[in-house]
T-cell receptor
């Protein structure tokens, strides 16, 4: 198993550009999520999905879109990049059962800089 | 009170010493608790789950105190390789999707 994979590992964007961060998992996990991690802020949830076709907003969703057309893939789209979106982005997945969050597996992260 | 709170540290501890840190949570209905470890510029990885009866894995011991709403992590005989940031993770209430990460406690083991 490859686990959770993310591409690209590094990206530099200019303000106003759009791009998609890719995330895939091969563990047949129902739950997938995107976090951003900034110094002193910890991990903050952007969007999450409890299964194919179902997505919901997390703590900091503005400026980001997601979709979940398959169990395996959960791309994150930056609509119009802003310097405030400079961060490290982690995708995570886990099994899902109501009321019981199983261990999360994280991808290696994407380091994004917006100039 | 913040939902999940940790002392950011850093804790500077000599090799071989015992170190402990706590994490407090605000929602008394929380049911699941975890400690994750994050190395510099890497992704977080599960260190251990925290059960009501406590949990021990080698040099690591995790405890839950529901009355005072905190979890703890004890590291005995610390090694240089234990240097990392330790993240406390709590689910809020009975919802599967409400998981909160603490901001982490930085630990430096000194030779």
């Amino acid at each position: 198993n490859a686990g959770v994979t993310q591409t690209p590992k590094f990206q530099v964007l200019k303000t106003g550009q759009s791009m998609t961060l890719q995330c895939a998992q091969d563990m047949n996990h129902e739950y997938m999520s995107w976090y951003r991690q900034d110094p002193g802020m910890g991990l903050r949830l952007i969007h999450y999905s409890v299964g194919a076709g179902i997505t919901d907003q997390g703590e900091v969703p503005n400026g980001y879109n997601v979709s979940r057309s398959t169990t395996e893939d959960f791309p994150l789209r930056l609509l119009s990049a802003a310097p405030s979106q400079t961060s490290v982005y982690f995708c995570a997945s886990r099994k899902s059962r109501q009321g019981f969050p199983y261990e999360q597996y994280f991808g290696p992260g994407t380091r994004l800089t917006v100039t | 009170r913040k939902e999940v709170e940790q002392d950011p540290g850093p804790f500077n501890v000599p090799e071989g010493a015992t170190v402990a840190f706590n994490c407090t949570y605000s929602n008394s209905a929380s049911q699941s608790f975890f400690w994750y470890r994050q190395d510099c510029r890497k992704e977080p990885k599960l260190l251990m789950s925290v059960y009501s009866s406590g949990n021990e894995d080698g040099r690591f011991t995790a405890q839950l105190n529901r009355a005072s709403q905190y979890i703890s992590l004890l590291i005995r005989d610390s090694k240089l390789s234990d240097s990392a940031t330790y993240l406390c993770v709590v689910n809020l209430g009975d919802r599967d999707d409400k998981i909160i990460f603490g901001k982490g406690t930085r630990l430096h083991i000194l030779p």
